[in-house]
């Protein structure tokens, strides 16, 4: 698959505005709200936003759009920096909408001095009711006939704290009968004494986000301000303000946002998820956070792939989870050590292979990358093999062991299956064969045949590590269009851990983000948070093909 791309249009746009003299330079920006941890959605956004910045030689600035107070938090803050670094970006200058608190007060009363905004004490039901319906126009009450001189003192006095939550709101003046109900005198700015995260109890007036957003835009004089398609009825109250308060002449974007299969992206539902305990925390391996992603093996490359190759849609779309795994696994293919290890164990004897006898071999570390050169690995008389690779009665493609069938021990040699015991309850137990002579990888001379290569510990040498496999969080598409709780939706199978699966002593050497593929089981990462030097866990990142492929 290409990653070449033609232009998207706000590129286009962009080089149109260029051209035209309309900017120098152009300032973009990433958004976050610190209210949760960054979804791949974000990350779109993210590759978009800086993406463009550095393709035009411009700035992204990042910006905490933090004026809520309530659901705010510095652990979200220090974790979306965290993530964008990761991600491969660095921005211009770390902003806080909270630190314009000020000049947006400021603002504010010019738009009240102007005539263009005025306090109403109506309660909310009152000015939802007086807002009419798309098709009813909506009437003005007696609070818009207020002075201007009233408006700017009441206004001090909600900044003063004279007045109890949700008692008066400051509102524009634009036009009750717009089609566009956001132009209905919309509200921008409410009362409400809390704690804010940064400026603490300064403030008791916040601006709502139509009031807030724009203007921080002007203030750091962005050129492109991009956001998703349910702000498209925002633009012409963005555009509004900033012509009534004369200000930089940002200007507002819309793409679509990303949604993908088998996967929620709000983070309202994933914060459920979180604290009801389905997932072990915003960093699960299942969770389509970038923590998440991160701690499950998948490599900042394959993320910034994946936003470049789904491009910039202006129409609602769902993306397949299946192709962000496609560019993880191309990804992986390229830069992960191959490994041993033995998921589900049952021990082959190689009863022609004298006793306490052993010897070491050497395996290629990555086909894909000749210059990593090889590892060693000890080869004896008894190994370890996947139970599920030997069959008592093999059907007629089966290449593996099952008795009387030839198969390659993966860098070492050809063995015959000579049987095999059960226990009393007909479980396997042991697994017998005889190495073919002069069949040694790379020095085969025995003329023997093997359709099938397995891969082996030595039983010696294996070691001990837990591993955990992982599908997806979701058994159905869309788990937030289904009807009922999207909870109920959760795969009851997407975790599997292996307690005591057997690893090549080599990779007692992993270090955290190195990526491993255990040959035949799937691409696998040291997992960051349960691993200690005696106990390495490993998580699986994906499996080697996509189980999830609808048939052609
Ligand atoms: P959520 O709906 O998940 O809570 P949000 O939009 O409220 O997300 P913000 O912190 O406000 O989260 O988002 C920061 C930036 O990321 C915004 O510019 C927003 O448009 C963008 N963004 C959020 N979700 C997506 C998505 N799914 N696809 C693309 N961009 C997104
Ligand atoms: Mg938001």
């Known amino acids: 698959m290409s990653t070449e791309r033609s232009n998207n249009f706000i590129e286009d746009i962009i080089e149109a505005d260029l051209a035209a003299g309309k900017h120098k330079t152009i300032v973009t920006r990433f958004p976050p709200e610190p209210n949760g941890y960054l979804h791949i959605g974000h990350a779109k956004s993210i590759c978009l936003n800086f993406g463009l910045s550095k393709k035009y030689g411009g700035k992204t600035n990042l910006r905490f759009d933090d004026t ?50 005025y306090i109403d004490d109506s309660t909310s039901d009152a000015i939802a009711e007086e807002k009419g319906t798309p098709t009813r126009p909506g009437r003005r009450n007696k609070y818009a006939e207020r002075s201007i001189a009233e408006n700017l003192q009441l206004f001090a006095d909600m900044r003063d704290g004279k007045y109890a939550d949700g008692s008066k709101v400051l509102r524009a003046k634009i036009d009750m009968s717009s089609p566009n109900m956001l132009l209905r005198d ?59 308060l004369e200000i930089f002449p940002s200007k507002q ?62 129409r609602e779309n769902m993306i397949d989870l299946g192709l962000l795994e496609f560019f993880v696994r191309e990804d992986l293919n390229k830069t992960a050590s191959r490994r041993m290890v033995v998921l589900d164990p049952v021990k082959l004897i190689i009863t022609n292979y004298p006793k306490g006898d052993h010897e070491t071999l050497f395996s290629e570390n990555n086909p894909e990358m000749p210059e990593t050169g090889d590892r060693l690995l000890h080869f004896g008389r008894e190994l370890w093999i996947e139970r599920d690779d030997f069959a008592e009665e093999p059907s007629k493609k089966w290449f593996r062991l099952a008795p009387g069938a030839n198969v390659r021990l993966k860098s070492a040699y050809i063995i015959t299956c000579t049987g095999f015991d059960k226990d009393a309850d007909g479980n396997l137990v042991a697994v017998y ?119 052609a």
């Open 433 to 551: 064969a005889e190495l073919v002579a002069n069949s040694k990888s790379g020095h085969d001379t025995s003329g023997v045949k093997a359709k099938g290569t397995i891969h082996w510990i030595s039983v010696e040498h294996a070691v001990t590590a837990e591993v955990r496999l992982y599908d997806r969080l979701f058994r159905v598409e869309d788990p937030s269009s289904e009807e009922g709780d999207f909870k109920s939706f959760i795969n009851p199978e997407s975790l599997k851990v292996i307690k005591h699966a057997y690893i090549e002593p080599e990779l007692l050497k992993a270090m955290q983000g190195e990526a491993f593929q255990f040959i035949r089981n799937g691409y696998f990462v040291l997992d960051s948070k349960l691993s200690a030097d005696n106990h390495l866990v490993f998580n699986r990142t994906a499996t080697l093909k996509d189980g999830w492929a609808k048939p």
């Open 186 to 244: 919309p509200v921008l700015y409410r009362i409400k004494h809390a704690h804010h995260h940064r400026t603490g109890d300064n403030w008791c007036i916040y601006p709502m986000y139509d009031f807030a957003h724009g203007q921080s835009d002007s203030i750091e004089g962005i050129t492109h301000s991009i956001c998703t398609l349910e702000f498209v009825p925002h633009r012409a109250l963005y555009d509004w303000l900033i012509a009534q």
């Open 68 to 117: 809520n107070p309530v659901t705010e938090d510095t652990e979200y803050v220090d974790s979306i920096k965290n993530d964008i670094h990761w991600l491969g970006f660095d921005w211009a200058q770390e902003l806080y909408a909270s630190d314009y608190f000020e000049t947006l007060y400021q603002y504010a009363s010019r738009l009240i001095s102007k005539g263009v905004a």
């Open 253 to 314: 974007y819309e793409f679509a946002r990303l949604n993908m299969t088998y996967t929620v992206m709000s983070k309202r539902k994933l914060l459920q998820l979180v604290n009801e305990k389905h997932v072990d925390g915003w960093d699960d391996p299942r969770m389509p956070t970038i923590s998440g992603m991160r701690r499950r093996g998948y490599p900042a490359k394959a993320i910034r792939d994946f936003a470049d190759r789904i491009g910039v849609a202006k």
